[in-house]
């Protein structure tokens, strides 16, 4: 597979078989990825993989806080800003509905919150689940230096026909998280990124993009 067809075919599946994903293709994936950029070579990630037993009584816990309604940690950083004006604001509310309406969730349930956070917290079904932490010392640079890690991780995943989805969400449950992986005071959870192969028989959901000519600018070309 080149680097385009990983691009094209790269989607975030949320229906995840239990087949296990090899130790040695994870090793082969993570050993690539240290080849990620960043600046001043300080390659700031710390990275955490859960699986087995660990990652099912991760999965136990934070489960059981979504269904009992709990909201979930204090937030060390905003997902998403305050106010999300136009086109942004239409992305994400257009990506909401088709994402959901194909999990089965109705965008009027009143148990829709609780269903969406439970849902997330089973990892979708994956056997395998990275965590992507930061010192806490890190800035702005380092968070975008962690996006590009992340994203040749799941480019190099597709590579070897394994399938992904990052979550956000698992900052909502980080003091659960860092009490499996033993992650100290002084990291901070960016995300998680659910990896696996895709179930059989799901309907495949793939989110609109917008169109190049909307995000791009050529100047001088």
């Known amino acids: 597979m080149d680097v385009y067809e990983a691009v094209d075919s790269r989607r975030a599946v949320r229906a995840f078989s239990d087949a296990p994903v090899p130790k040695e293709v994870l090793e082969r ?23 087995g037993d660990p990652l099912a009584d991760l999965k136990r816990r934070a489960t ?12 060390e950083y905003p997902m998403y800003p305050a106010e999300l004006p136009s086109p942004y604001l239409d992305r994400f509310t257009a990506a909401a509905a088709q994402r959901y309406e194909a999990l089965g969730i109705e965008r009027d349930a009143p148990d829709r ?22 010192d806490r010392t890190m800035g702005p640079g380092q968070w975008g230096d962690a996006g590009m890690y992340l994203q040749t991780v799941v480019l190099l995943l597709r590579a070897e026909g ?60």
Not at 39 to 48: D, E, F, T
């Open 29 to 51: 994936v993570l050993t690539a990825a240290t080849r990620a950029p960043s600046s001043g070579n300080l390659q700031p990630w710390r990275i955490y993989v859960v699986a």
């Open 64 to 75: 059981a806080r979504a269904l009992a309604g709990d909201t979930g940690d204090e937030r």
């Open 113 to 134: 919150p609780m269903k969406i956070a439970a849902l997330n917290s089973g990892a979708f079904g994956a056997p395998v689940v990275l965590f992507c932490y930061l």
């Open 162 to 221: 394994v399938h992904s989805c990052p979550q956000v969400m698992w900052t909502m449950y980080r003091k659960t998280v860092s009490q499996i992986v033993g992650a100290d005071d002084g990291l901070v959870l960016f995300c998680g990124v659910s990896v696996g192969f895709e179930k059989e028989g799901v309907p495949r959901l793939r989110t609109g993009r917008a169109d190049m000519t909307e995000t791009v600018s050529f100047i001088g070309v």
